[in-house]
C-alpha cells in the first residue's frame, strides 16, 4: 500500500530559528513529491521534486528529495510567524495528478 | 478571475440527509479531484475526473457520489451511506499535459460540512 509518511506532526519554535520537515513515502512507480503550505483553507504549493539532490529554493524554503533513501526534507531558515501553518507533504505515483498525502506537520512560530 | 469556485464554504446537515457540494473551474483543466481532510489527517482522496463523463474512485468513495457532465463542474454528493462524514472538503484541479507541467494541483477554498 502506497503510503507517506511526516515528521513531526507538530512543531513549536520561535522567529529566527531553523526548521527541518521530513517525508519520507512508499510508492509505486513514483514520479514527483510536491510540498504544500496550508493556512487556513486551500493548500498553497511550495515545491516539486522529481530527482535526486537537486535543491529547490525559494526565499527561505529550501527542499531536497532523495529517491535512493525514498524521502524529502523542507527547509525554512530564519522562521517568521508567517510562516504557521500546516505543511503537506504529496507523492504522486504514475497516474497523473493522482496524489497521495501525508498528514501533514503543524508548524507554529512565536514572535 | 480565473479560478476553482466552491460552495457552500459552510454547510449544516442533519443525519440521514443528502447533500450536493458544488466545485467550478474556469481554468480550462482536465482532471478534477475530491479530497476529504480531518483534523490532523492529510488529504485522502475520494473521487476523480480525468475526462468529461468518467471519474474514478479514490480511496475513500464509499458513501459518496459525483458526476462530470461538464468540464468546468465536478459536484459531489454526501449520501446518508456515508457514516462519518463531518470535514473540510476540497475540490482541486490539474491540467494533464499542460505545460509547463508542475505537476501542481490547483485548490478550492472548501466546503465545511457540519453533521448535526
Known amino acids: 500500500e502506497d503510503k507517506v509518511v511526516q515528521s513531526p506532526l507538530s512543531l513549536v519554535v520561535h522567529e529566527g530559528d531553523t526548521v527541518t520537515l521530513n517525508c519520507s513515502y512508499e510508492v509505486t512507480n513514483f514520479r514527483s513529491l510536491l510540498w504544500y503550505k496550508q493556512e487556513k483553507k486551500a493548500p498553497t504549493f511550495l515545491f516539486m521534486l522529481t530527482s535526486s539532490g537537486i535543491e529547490k529554493k525559494s526565499g527561505r524554503l529550501s527542499s531536497i528529495l532523495d529517491k535512493k533513501e525514498l524521502f524529502s526534507i523542507l527547509n525554512i531558515t530564519a522562521t517568521q510567524t508567517g510562516d504557521s501553518a500546516v505543511y503537506l507533504c504529496?507523492?504522486?505515483?504514475?497516474?497523473?495528478?493522482?496524489?497521495?498525502f501525508g498528514r501533514g506537520t503543524q508548524l507554529t512560530v512565536w514572535p | 478571475d480565473g479560478g476553482i469556485t466552491q460552495s457552500p464554504k459552510y454547510l449544516f446537515r442533519k443525519e440521514g440527509q443528502n447533500v450536493t457540494l458544488s466545485c467550478e473551474q474556469n481554468?480550462?483543466?482536465?482532471?478534477m479531484y475530491w479530497y476529504r481532510q480531518d483534523p490532523g489527517q492529510g488529504l485522502r482522496l475520494i473521487y476523480y475526473s480525468q475526462i468529461v463523463n468518467d471519474f474514478q474512485k479514490g480511496d475513500i468513495a464509499e458513501g459518496y457520489s459525483v458526476s462530470r457532465e461538464k468540464k468546468e463542474s465536478f459536484p459531489l454528493t454526501v449520501t446518508s451511506a456515508q457514516k462519518n462524514p463531518t470535514a473540510f472538503y476540497l475540490c482541486a484541479t490539474y491540467q494533464v499535459g499542460g505545460y509547463p507541467n508542475t505537476g501542481e494541483l490547483f485548490f478550492g477554498e472548501g466546503s465545511r460540512l457540519t453533521v448535526l
Open positions: 504529496a507523492v504522486e505515483p504514475s497516474t497523473l495528478g493522482r496524489l497521495y
Open positions: 481554468l480550462n483543466h482536465d482532471a
